[in-house]
Each structure stands twice: as C-alpha cells, then as structure tokens.
C-alpha cells in the first residue's frame, strides 16, 4: 500500500530537513519544497495527500500554496505553520479551506497529530463522497428509467423541483413507480443527508393512523403505555412521503391540513405543539380533483397537495420503455441469482410489447424477475414469461393470409355490395346459389 504523501514548505532548508526525517520514520511519503514557487510547481506535477506549508514566504506565501492546492489538489488538506504575530492570519486561512494550523515551534509529534486527523478526514469525506454515490444511483434520477417523450417529461420536472421545499403530489396508477420518484426527489434535495418517511395512508387503520402521524402522550389511550413522536417529527430536517392520501379520512385532513399551514404538530393526549420541518410528498392512484368535486376531499388541503403536481404514465402510456425496463430487471435478477441471462427470445420481447400491463411496471418487474428464475437457458423464453393468471395472447393475423381467408373476405365484401342477396352474389361471383350458401356457413 502507497503510503500518504505528504509535501512540506518551507523557506527553512533545516526545518524541512527535520520534518522530513521524522515523517518519514512515522511512514509517510514526503516531497519538499524550499519555498512556494517550487511548492505551485510541484502541486501541478505530483499527487500529494497532504500540505504542510509555512504561511510567511518569500515571494510565495502559504496562502497562494493554499490557493495552488485548492486548484491542483482538491483533495488534499492543506496544514499552516505560523508564527504567532500571523496567527490572526493563519486564521483567516482556515476560512478559505485550510484544515488546521500550528503555531511555531511545535513539537513533531503536534505535527505527526495534525497529518494524522487531516488523513482521517480526508479518508471520512472520500468514503460519505462513494456512499453518497451509491445511494443516488439506487435511490436517485438515474433509478427513473425512460426514454420516451412521457417519461422524460417527468423527469425533466422533477429535476427542476427537486430542490425546492414546495409540497409535490404525483399521480398515476398503482405500480407506476410514485415511491422512486419520491426517494429520488428526496436523495438529490438539499435534504437528502436527513430521513426519508414513507407512510401508506391505507395501510394504517384510521384509529391509528393520527397517532401514527402526530405521536401520542403516555396513557393518552388504552395501549398507550409511553410517549411516542409521530412520523411528522421522524421526518424532521428530511422528507414525509403520504402514499395512498386519497383515502384519508375527514378528520385526519383537518389535522393535516393545519399541520402544512403551522409547521407544528400536537401529539394525541397533549396540549404542547412541536415543530417540525420537513418536505411532504403526496401520493395517489385516485382522481382527488374529482374526490373534491364529490366532497370526499377537502378543497383547502388539495391546493396545499398540489402546489407542485406530477403526473406519471402508465406503462402502457410509455410503451417504448418496455425493452429498457425489462432489460434492466432481467440484468438485475440474473446478478443476483448468479444466472447467466442474456435477453428475450423475440415471442417474449413481442408478448411484453403487446401486453397491457394493468399493473405497470412493477407487474414487469415481477414477471421479469420471474422469468429469470424460471428461465433454463441463456434467454428468457414466453413460457418462462407468462404466468397460469395470465391470459392468453390474442393470436396474431398470419403475415401471409391463405386462400381460403382470402376468398371468404371477398364474398363477404361482394355480399355487402349486393346488400345480402346471394343470387347476385352468386352471379357476381360466378358459383351456384348453392356453392354460395355452403361457403357462407364459414363466415
């Protein structure tokens, strides 16, 4: 393993000496520099992991080498080495991103100290850089797969609202990826580092469920044996997600209602309210619009929803997506089942297009997902693809019609001419009556 390279600048050829000797015994690499010019030059040239640099130069301060790293190097930490009539100096350093200073003289071992907690920051910061990636490719826009014209008109919007703090509602049939969509606008908002709360609205029976979103005191009802804080304030500081808010009742739309326009929330069996921030996001299969026209939605609470309304196809709506998607769930389940699965036999990649999928596109991850464990060779077969539950394909017109469906569609078309009188049919078509009457049998 490279050890951490550690350049040092000084005017002081003694002083670079000794720091070199001792880092070196401590096993860092170090490069030197005898001033800031020669540290400037080195920073474009080396890969360095830490700086180590005296803030009063000749020519080339420690706060231009400070600015070369920053430019060079920005994932190095830069450490000052000042005297104390400069400290006011060194200080005003670490406002424009030095990580830490030492007064001289210091003892070597401040200094092997100061590398050390620069290294583990460094180290910290690279590794939530990598985990941060991570959670954005599995919770993030590139989750949303879509190419086409609907899909990307989704995106595009809410790219352009994910950083806002307005209330989103989104809209689609079940299984058309509203909670992703969701994650996603959490994960790339400046909120991303706090929680993410989903809840489902119908999942929670209704005497529950305002104790659920609220909290409730300590005997504030039978079973309450202690105090608990509501989804509301497990979302402070990060995103609600409101699934299925269609089916809340009356009641908890009031609460709700007051909860968006306070920004406060009072637990069940309490008289205090608590604060709480966070971003809500709604979601629904159902048409509120026309739960408010019917009453069954408050009309208040609805526009408070919908600052922000997204609407998400269905699959059938983004039909050209299906081979990506299926391709992507297919690539997905042959990994983890350590299968090796390199597509569709084209009845199955026809079948997928013509397919209506009621339950869009996790239905088609589940038939993919399926179909991969069922598959027995390389490719995913129909067989492998349709379910018993499934019904059966409409047969498909034969590409080349043979003659007899050719002859029954013209004495059908000579029929309707003559308006159903098959003794002019019979003379148009130059065949007896009784010809006629025998072939109509199969129309």
Sequence with gaps: MTPPRVLVVDNDRQMVALLRRHLEREGFGVLEAAGGQEAVEILRNEDVDIVLTDLVMDEVGGLEVLAAAQRERPGARVLLMTAF???????????????????????????????????????LRQENARLRAAVERQYGFERLLGETPAMQAVLERVRAVADSDAPVLLLGESGTGKELVAQALHWESARGAGPFVPVSCAAVPESLLESELFGHEKGAFTGAD????????????????????????????????????????????????????????????????????????REDLYYRLAVIPVRLPALRERAGDIPLLASHFLERAARRLGKRLTGFTPDAAAWMLGHSWPGNVRELENAVERAAVLARGTEVMLADLRSDMDSAPPTPPPLHPSLEDLELQYIRRVLEEVRGDKRAAAKVLGVSVRTLQRKVKDL
């Design 85 to 123: 009539a400069s400290l006011e100096t060194a200080i005003e350093a670490l406002r424009h991103g030095a990580y830490d200073y030492l007064t001289k003289p210091f003892k070597l071992a401040e200094a092997t100290l100061a590398i050390r907690r620069a290294l583990d920051d460094r180290r």
């Design 226 to 297: 202690r105090k608990r804080a509501g989804l509301f304030a497990a979302a402070h500081g990060g995103t609600l997600l409101l699934d299925e808010i269609g089916e809340l009742q009356p009641g908890i739309q009031v609460k709700l209602l007051r909860v968006l326009q306070d920004r406060a929330v009072r637990p069940v069996g309490s008289t205090e309210e608590v604060r709480v921030d966070f971003r809500l996001v709604s979601a629904t299969n159902r048409d509120l619009a026309a739960l408010v026209r019917e009453g069954k939605f």
